[in-house]
């Protein structure tokens, strides 16, 4: 066969294989729908990706605490007031005992008593430190708390201007450390025990003063807290 005649034949087959590719394609497109083929580019494009492993969300603690409590114990956490505005807090075993969201939260020194058999709420209630006289009935209060009893103490704004004398011996009684340090919006959170004795590893107390240098509101320092686990068994 000549060579122009088999050039001839190598075109015509190019064209016609042309031809048929671009209508086949034409076809597809018309039967394929659109967002159907653009996914499966997609999905073709994926193939070769590595697939993410995402740690699924950790799981809510007592008291939003970061790890469990071990079992057979009670979860706790106090938080202090914070200005004006953020009212304090006391959590025990995921119950909220004083809360702005329960309206038993206040201005001064803020108690819960809890029963340690039951792990129950006996009382709540706050006493102002800045205005009126209250510093007696929170000591009458403090007092007739029953033998067996957990109290837990957080101050919100100010909780020493009207603090007297005998509520700070009553307190140092009951363990604390700090009570006599309290100042003008200092912060401070207090966990007790009436009739028994916590762990001696157990975070207790903390105070953070008011210091117009460092405060984080204005007049007011940062809020402060304590959390912990208590065993259950400890009479």
Not at 10 to 16: D, I, M, Q, T
Request: charge should be positive; charged fraction near 30%.
């Amino acid at each position: 066969m000549r060579p122009g005649c088999n050039n001839f034949i190598k075109l015509a087959g190019f064209v016609f294989a042309s031809i048929c590719a671009w209508y086949l394609g034409s076809m597809f497109a018309y039967i394929i729908p659109e967002d159907s083929l653009a996914e499966t580019i997609d999905n073709i494009q994926k193939v070769g990706e590595k697939p993410i492993l995402r740690a699924p969300p950790p799981k809510r603690q007592k008291c939003d605490h970061w790890s469990p409590c071990p079992p057979g114990s009670y979860a706790y956490r106090l938080l202090s007031g914070g200005g004006k505005e953020k009212m304090a807090k006391i959590c025990f075993e995921d119950e909220q005992l004083i809360s702005e969201e329960k309206k038993n939260a206040g201005r001064g020194i803020n108690i819960a008593i809890v029963d340690y058999d039951t792990g129950k709420c006996t009382d709540a209630k706050y006493f102002d430190m800045w205005e009126g006289e209250f510093s007696e009935s929170m000591t009458d209060f403090i007092r007739k708390a029953p033998q067996g009893s957990l109290l837990l103490m957080v101050t919100h704004d100010d909780g020493s201007t009207k603090l007297k004398e005998d509520a700070k011996k009553t307190i140092t009684a009951l363990g604390s450390k700090e009570i006599r340090n309290i100042r003008f919006r200092s912060s401070w959170v207090f966990i007790a025990a009436k009739g028994f004795k916590l762990p001696d590893n157990l975070e207790k107390e903390k105070i953070n003063h008011s210091d117009n240098k460092m405060n984080r509101y204005g007049g007011w320092p940062a809020e402060i807290q304590i959390e912990g686990c208590i065993p259950r068994n400890l009479h």
